[in-house]
T-cell receptor, first 111, second 116 residues
């Protein structure tokens, strides 16, 4: 099993809808979880981080963490065309100071 | 500077040549990371520097790859005898000390390496 998996293919959502992205991780000792957004041809930028079980909201973004099931998700409410990007899930591996990244999910918001 | 800077932005080289990629982290950030990203792929960890500690080199794909960080600031990633499969975007990131356990990394714009 890969350290961080994002299995969904490209996600197309109409403008104003909710985009939902999921990520699973293998190391049960992981403590910190991050979502990065990467526009085409650009470098990743951090949009959310979460450490505790439950939900964390920041504007139109909500991160959800379930450590027992080893998954973390990202919801984008009221999706806008400017949200069209690839979203990378990253997990701090337990006892390690580096992040493991998933391959990313491409989101396309259709006006 | 305000952010992480990398140079060159683009590098085209011939197979077998050596290349050096430079990263200048955000001032005051003690942690520095190198990744590479191939087309359509996620970020592949290469190496991590934290202060004066020995670097974590566990991600380097072969002994042709090496990196150093001088004076706890600027880092250079060197690829010797480049191969076509080394073609990728090489990203550098920095973060503050371990408080967030490796998180909130700020990325530079990357160096696009093309090996002909």
């Amino acid at each position: 099993q890969k350290e961080v998996e994002q299995n969904s293919g490209p996600l197309s959502v109409p403008e104003g809808a909710i985009a939902s992205l999921n990520c699973t991780y293998s190391d049960r000792g992981s403590q910190s979880f991050f979502w990065y957004r990467q526009y085409s041809g650009k470098s990743p930028e951090l949009i959310m981080f979460i450490y505790s079980n439950g939900d964390k909201e920041d504007g139109r973004f909500t991160a959800q963490l379930n450590k027992a099931s080893q998954y973390v998700s990202l919801l984008i409410r009221d999706s806008q065309p400017s949200d069209s990007a690839t979203y990378l899930c990253a997990v701090n591996l337990g006892g390690n100071n580096r992040l493991a990244f998933g391959k990313g999910n491409q989101v396309v918001v259709i006006p | 500077g305000a952010g992480v800077s990398q140079s060159p932005s683009n590098k085209v080289t011939e197979k077998g040549k050596d290349v050096e990629l430079r990263c200048d982290p955000i001032s005051g950030h003690t942690a520095l990371y190198w990744y590479r990203q191939s087309l359509g792929q996620g970020l592949e960890f290469l190496i991590y520097f934290q202060g004066n500690s020995a670097p974590d080199k566990s991600g380097l794909p072969s002994d042709r790859f090496s990196a150093e960080r001088t004076g706890g600031s600027v880092s250079t990633l060197t690829i010797q005898r480049t191969q076509q499969e080394d073609s990728a975007v090489y990203l550098c990131a920095s973060s503050r000390q371990r408080q967030l356990a490796g998180g909130e990394q700020f990325f530079g714009p990357g160096t696009r390496l093309t090996v002909l």
